[in-house]
């Protein structure tokens, strides 16, 4: 009797996925965020948020292998920690996605009211180009997974494109006394932000199927992806810190700018500014499709609907149309609500809840899975208490 092997994805691919994952409109705002605090200081929170979300990762990882189906993060938290983790998985998602959208349609404003007065010469107010913006790319949202899928593959050539061509003309304008700016008492202020723009744990259950439960080439590919992502935040970090002012950077925050539109204030119409403006469009649509379209999703599960055609239309507007209230409502909202996703939403999805999971399924019901983390209980305890930071940092901010 002949038994076909099973071959796993590839490594390279499932790398790839991680850093698709995590690389978005998010990364618009990190470099105004970190450079607040300066180049140097920051990185020590980059580097943070790295390593802690890397190591949640890797214990959803171990987490993910007590199970023999494939499985999401809502049903993994109602294993491990019963109907109470599955509520606050359910509503952490809800929250998580909602923030984001808010933020993505608060961003969509400035950045397609530039576009259409450099193009088109067309000038219209922000608040006209965030509902042109959602009106347009929410219909692609309700055609439904085919077509997103379709534009997304065509937006991340562009992304990948413009972000070479704006670091490969961006390197040289770089003045490296602009990098020695250092005010470390807002050295936490990125935090929240870099948290979610590391978040790939909602990958996991994918990536496992993909490499047909082999969990130790998981780790490689979490491993892998995450310090792809690094390395891709750190050049992009350089590049605006190098060019921009830290004064310009401060005003910014205020205004709620992410990062292109000082950096194109700064080189003026130079080809590098084209390319800076068609990354911010890039980002913001890829991000924006994809969170809107698991949102539509999400919100279909949550009300036991089937995606069709018939309760799209309505799902897509429950998705689509708060954000976008609150974006006109409140255009300035950009940071504070990557803020809220980040410090709060993310920060129990993937941070309290995995470090839960692992403590009740190795010391409490004895799991067994075919990985195991690295660093026992004074690891699980110190990500613990890291998570409860962040979240109070985010609190105090907001409250």
Known sequence: MNHQRVVPGSVLGGILLVAGSCIGAGML???ILTGLSGFFPSLTALVLAWGFMTFTGLLLVEVNGWFSKQVNLVSMSKEALGQKGRWTAWFSYLFLFYSLLVAYTAASGSIFSAILASLFGISIP?????????VLFGVIVYLGTRPVDFFNRVLMAGLIITYLGMIGLGLFQIDPKLLTHSAPKYILLPLPVLITSFGFQNMIPTLTAYMKGDLKRVRLTIIGGSLMTLFIYLVWSILVLGVVEPVAIYESYKNGEEATIPLRAVLGSSAISHFAQGFAFFAIITSFLA???T????????????PNRKNLWWLCSLALIPPLVFALYYPQIFYRALGFAGGICAMILFGLLPISMAWVGRYRRKHKSDYHVWGGKPALISAFLFSLFVIGCALARFF
Request: proline share 4%.
């Open 291 to 293: 969170q809107g379209l």
């Open 29 to 31: 705002g990190l470099p």
């Open 295 to 306: 949102l539509t999703h999400f919100l279909a599960d949550g009300f036991k609907l089937t």
């Open 126 to 134: 922000a608040w006209a180009a965030s509902i042109f913006f959602t």
